[in-house]
């Protein structure tokens, strides 16, 4: 099954694509740049779609099985969204045109704008931030930022729930803030004393992932806001998970006053084998000038026979660009196209079946795993990977095992609260077929566990490759198709 | 719309779960804000939104209707259609970071593959799995040297040839650590020169400098001398470069670069109004353990078989967390993929054919422009690439106003970022333009600065 | 171009083959003929071809920009996204016919999911594989019959209202046969009526009877006296049919049909200007071994697990050869793949649903046309399904030369191919089609007819 | 690896798409017409992608692997087809659109017209037949009509070759001709003295496919046409091997009167799984006004500011339709694509590679299978898949063994007059590398059967699945997703 690498299967003098010849009269390089050509590959057409094809028949994809890797949301992504993207009118557009030109592109961001403010509850969104992490350090910046405006650079302290996403300390020392952890509760809350500790001069905000990594809503969130707002802080608000939350509850509403959203998650845009993603950011209005930009605004609202004319605006307080241009915006087109089919009940029906479908598997696994939260959960659970009777056997194990069933294991080993976890995300369009058959895989492999241990310890036996040598490729780091002779 | 729910299935999993409805699964979200009324259009069938997208998509101009000189950062390269083959193979675009190697080998080899040819391009040691795009990648450059020399140094010396959205990008950037300052890109003064100006600022408070290649005027410039003082001093010398041009001009890793980024958009991504786009990032070896973002590293599987993984990942954030330098996290998998396949594609002739075709076609247009009466080349002696700018006899924004009658779309106009640069116009050709193209827009050039 | 060879690598292929030039591998060719100079154009590279393609496709007008009424035998339906996602998977599309089924089940499970949706849509027992396009499918339902008679049976009764083109192509394939006759589809006399006419013609040399259901003019006929007389004299019988009618409407089989035909092209495939389509081809049971073309079966490999492989293959042509009764090779197989991914798409729910609102929205123009002044249903009294004839005020062809200026292609002229039809107008209307559209129809042909 | 029917992951009451509400006033449906929904199945979106997902990774295919099927030309097929085909100016035209507003459409076809008649030397080319065997009927039609026309009714024989394709005799028969089988004389040419002595006044003509399904060229090729013309005869020929004589030899220049083209073989549009396939025809001078039409014919010349105007006609003598429309126009779509990018140059090259990787594979296979004509080879090669010191080995052992080497096997069993034959057909795609790999299993084969012969017998082993039960297939004729109780 080893593929050779395009480096291995190239042979020198072999042409897979060649360009028409010039036509215009030939100029000399510029003297002292001159190099070699650059030492590519030499393949044929055949080669090249071989063996990326070849390739491709060694992921596990979500076209291809069940993904329930925990808080990544692999849901289903509709094909409708590949064709919108790639329509001329849109792929072929350059970002400096006239805006003139592009009004259909503008048109469709200023909806897109408009609909996630609508569903999320803010008052203002730009869409530029690349990802969500990207969105994250939006978010972050903007904390700052508004501090400092009001004269508070005291405020260095960002509190985040040992429950939140692991980006989120990144992102907070990213921004030049001091980040401290706040314990959860027995039922997977905020610690409401930790936080009224934390709740001083220096305190910045919060960072609150809601519904958190333990898939569970925070039944404090309101109080919980309200203390920070009260000492003076922002929270921040985590949208990795908020397909949960569809038509189900307005961020904007409870009080949060920043919000980033992962496009790729919540409104179906492919994750693409890890990016691109988009992750736009929505702040209250008193955050609104704050925002990234260029943000897409109305110029002129048209009237009966001529429809309105967009432009873009740099907000006025701007914490700055964040990249260049407007956003990933092809993925905004997937993103708008997945909205404007679902509306107001199809979004809600997303987060009431996301939900359906990880308590109907968490009722079915939590009789052979250990469910260290045992209440109603959001979109996702979190189970222990490991049994007392059988210490040989760790959640690591488990997820391998897993892949000779057929499936993508979940999230291991985090959130870091939980021991030998895993953490499970079935999405909303799955099945209840598949989820009974995940759930048989998993109720088989903990009789596999007693029975015949090494089945789990050696897993995977069916998938392309057996487990790797990890230690070794940190140690011997090699990162390229040949290993500088420097390293 | 995409869930498969039937009825009946509703009941049994309710019953399985204990509830009577599926309201009751949202007990603990606050009951005054719980299932608010969107006011949102009703959700449209497939049918319709295909007919939609299309009216919308029919209110833009594009490059294939009209002859487009835009660039200044994003350029309209023929993508050969194996890179879409491959990239619309949902094997690719629906699976995740390869978390677990045993069922992500795809992913894994391919961006094996992408990092070894960004490093035969650049001529440097090591490439990461990609950025967003070049303006992060830049500026993840600066938080890189920031983090090198552990705070310490504070100065980050920017060339005002760099593409100002990038610049823009750095800036914001660095307003998260502490008393960075980001300068050296103020307006020259006349008679100053780029090249003396930042000699000039380099000193032992300088972290990095950053300069582009070509620069953002399209200029081929020898950064012999800022790489050789920056060092002198300690500091670091990033190369934000364009991918094409480097099909055959010496690489930042031949000026002894310490870090090279550029935008790889003009290796087989679509325009598509600006992104998404490909960040490169590549780095001496030195640096290995410093960069952000994903690596992949090749080891082998327990029958000692070739596989590849995810490797240095105690670097990231979610292992570090509050310590790690970066918080990115995914990196962009499928056009690194992309980028992949293009070259694969072109392979070592093709890719310095197009690069080739792009340096003589621009110089034709150049030589044929400024022969018009009333342009001139901005920068007669400069040597350029692919890209060039032109001083015109009225504004440009007029001239292009006047040139969407021809289908054209003039070159980008300097003044929206350079206020110094009225009646300048950045020009970009590309393989994609023959030379009816460019005799096209030269003589409606002629026309409209004539009447 | 997608030759691979290196100048080396020929050198070394040659030294194997212990020859010279690779001229000297065509010494068997007579010389004075061999290498001749072939007057083409000079090959042009991918970006050339890719301009030139788009050019050429500009010079057509398309059914997304204009609203097109154009039916009779190819209709314009919305395909799902999903469709062409699968289509376009090289292990689909660049595989051959399934000869060896260990490394073919993907397309032989697929056509066996096929022949059943074929089966269950047209009420029939058995489909093949399919062929190539409806017109294809019932001159091979002719070709059956006469080989079911052995030969003895010449009479080949076809209904006027069969699509005329299907109709030519039945008399081409029967030139092959001794003495065939096809007739019955003569103009009918003033009065006469098309079944009175058919069933006054069935006798016992009657092979096959013939009928399309709905017709050629888009009319739901009941041919159930057809069906009984047929089967009276022994001869049979065969529909054709339109897939999506079969949505709503009663199928072939529960006629006593016993062969059913027709186009597929609804079933998710583009218009593309008439093909490639696909020949749908279910029977009865008891013809299953004298049906052409190829089929699926289900079978078990060596470990008893369900396997997929051709079978019946004694009846082909190249076991059987000049004993066989058909010559045909290959199926439609990605075509066939489509109509199966769109109908497991649409579903039961689905396909419904598209079938009604084709009717839905066919009646409701018929309504607004026909109360155009100077306008008339050609057939007041028939049920109809998505297609009917209109009697207009002046010729088909001056109408719709003047409907393009509205971006409208108007209806089928039906005197191209019924000389007794003059100023009648062949209407389709399917569900993409919005009452909207309808209304701008019915407005253009009122301004058109009123000047 | 058994992969459920859409009918078994089917679920009463799942919709997996929707179409609008009707806008219309409700419209009674006809009475007496009334049926249930159809008994589709029941699936998502999700589900369908999935399930033909997975479909697809039990297939070989070209773009997944060497696919040396003899006589099937299983080239590459360059992605730039694929675009070509969906742009919507080509998908979205409607065949019985006004040919004013088709001009695109008719350039094209009539650009391929003139292109294939001066690649193949044939006087007229229509491009309606719809694969190559109906390209086949074409032919002998033309051949009958001909005839009839002459009143020459008595030439009711057709001579085919023993090395013929398979098709030429049910196609003879199907065109109510007597079917003469001739002989191979020792070279694999047709046996001279065999023709001779069929060469008299009942002769309708012969159908010759040069080179021969054993690869062969025939070396008399020209006073074989001489004969059978001298004869008042016409001369097929099966067009299906032409990759071989691209820029090499024209078939219309030798005399041959007829011919059909496979444009998935020789020009490169992909197979499809079996189809769709393009069959145009080609003739003489003397035979134009039989072919089958519509044929694209320049109705005005047009001048230096307007290009030409095209449109349809249909011959005087024409055999008639062989189906609706006017051919696969998508079909052409591809090959027009093909031909515009190889010119005259790349069309020699492509002929000129394939053989060449022809005669290197079979020089490197010989060593191993006995090669029954072993002479200079054209695209193709014939051996024997049986060894007398392993009688226990059969040819399909060894096709079956190539599976586990990740190869297709060639095709079997056929010509027949070879025994146990294995016709190779590397094509001019594939590299010198593949040739290499695809010899050293024939070899490793070659040397398994002596030393294990069951890895053969039992092969493949690495396969979706093992060898199936034909027998059964065929006997217990299980023909839809159920039995129907009749059967």
Known sequence: MTEKTIYELSQPGRKGFTFPASDVPSSPLPKGFEREAVNLPELSELDVIRHFTNLSHLNHSVDGGFYPLGSCTMKYNPKINEVASRLPGFSQTHPLQPITSVQGNLYLMYQLQEWIQEISGFHKVSLTPAAGAHG???????????????????????????????????????????????????????????LKSNCDETLAGLMLTNPNTLGLFDENVVEVIEMVHTAGGLVYGDGANLNALLGILRPGDVGFDIMHFNLHKTFSTPHGGGGPGSGPVGVSESLAEYLPGPIVTILDEGDEENPPFYGLYMPEKSIGRMKAFFGHFGVLVKAFTYIAMHGPDGLRDIGVKAVLNANYLMEKVKKDYFLPYD?????????????????????????????????????NY?????????????????????????????????????????????????????????????????????????? | MYTPHTPQEIEEMLRVIGLKSVEDLFDSVPQEYRFPDLNLPQGLTELEIAAELNEIAAANATSDEFISFLGAGAYNHYIPAAVDAILSR?????????????????????????????????????????????????????????????????????????NPEYRETIRTYMTGLENVIVHGDEPLNPGEDQISKLLGMIDKETAIVIVQYPDFFGR????????????????????????????????????????????????????????????????????????????????????????????????????????????????QGLMALAAAVYLSVLGKSGFKQVANLCYQK??????????????????????????????????????????????????????????????????????????????????????????
Chains 1, 4 share one sequence.
């Open chain 1, 136 to 194: 994250e350090l939006v978010g972050a910046l903007i904390i700052k930022k508004y501090h400092e405006d009001n004269n508070e650079t005291q405020r260095v302290k960002i509190l985040i729930p040992d429950s939140a996403h692991g980006t989120n300390p990144a992102t907070s020392s990213m921004s030049g803030f001091v980040v401290v952890p706040l314990p959860s509760d027995e039922r997977g809350n905020v610690d409401l004393d930790a």
């Open chain 1, 375 to 411: 209440r109603i959960c959001m979109h996702e659970f979190v189970v222990e990977g490991t049994w007392k009777d059988v210490p040989s056997v760790h959640a690591l194990d488990i997820s391998k095992r897993l892949i000779d069933y057929g499936f993508h294991p979940p999230t």
């Open chain 1, 414 to 487: 985090f959130p870091l609260i939980v021991h030998e976890a895993l953490m499970v995300e079935p999405t909303e369009t799955e099945s209840k077929q598949t989820l009974d058959a995940f759930a048989a895989a998993m109720k088989a492999i903990a009789q596999e566990a007693r029975e015949n241990p090494e089945l789990l310890t050696k897993a995977p036996h069916t998938a392309p490759i057996r487990r790797t040598d990890e230690v070794k490729a940190a140690r011997d780091l090699v990162l390229c198709c040949w290993t500088p002779e420097i390293l």
């Open chain 2, 90 to 162: 949902g094997e690719f675009y629906t699976a995740y970071t390869p978390y677990q190697p045993e069922v992500s080998q795809g992913t894994l080899q391919a961006i094996f593959e992408y990092q070894t040819l960004m490093t035969e391009l650049t001529g440097m040691d090591i490439s990461n799995a990609s950025h967003y795009d070049g303006a992060t990648a830049t500026a993840e450059a600066a938080n890189l040297a920031y983090h090198h020399f552990r705070g310490k140094r504070k100065k980050m010396l920017v060339a005002r040839s760099v």
């Open chain 2, 220 to 331: 081929i410039i020898d950064y012999t001398k800022v790489v050789e003082k920056a060092h002198e001093f300690g500091a670091l010398v990033a190369f934000v470069f364009n991918p094409t041009a480097l099909g055959i001009l010496k690489p930042p890793g031949a000026f002894d670069a310490d870090i090279a980024v550029g935008d790889g958009q003009p290796l087989g991504i679509p325009l598509s109004f600006g992104g998404p786009y490909l960040g490169i990032f590549t780095v001496k070896e030195q640096f290995v353990r410093k960069l952000a973002g994903r690596l992949v590293g090749e080891t082998v599987d327990e029958d000692g078989k070739r596989a590849y993984v995810l490797t240095l990942t105690a670097r990231e954030q979610h292992i570090r967390r509050e310590k790690s330098t970066s918080n990115i996290c995914t990196n």
């Open chain 2, 362 to 451: 621009a110089h034709y247009a150049a030589e044929q422009l400024s022969r018009l009466p009333g342009f001139e080349m901005a920068f007669p002696d400069a040597p350029f690439f692919h890209e060039f700018v032109l001083k015109i006899p009225m504004s440009v924004k007029e001239i292009n106003d006047r040139l969407e009658e021809y289908w054209i779309l003039g070159g980008y106009d300097l003044s929206q970022t350079y206020p110094e640069m009225e009646n300048q116009m950045l020009v970009a050709v590309t393989e994609k333009m023959s030379k009816d193209d460019i005799d096209d827009f030269v003589a409606a050039l002629a026309e409209v600065t004539h009447d």
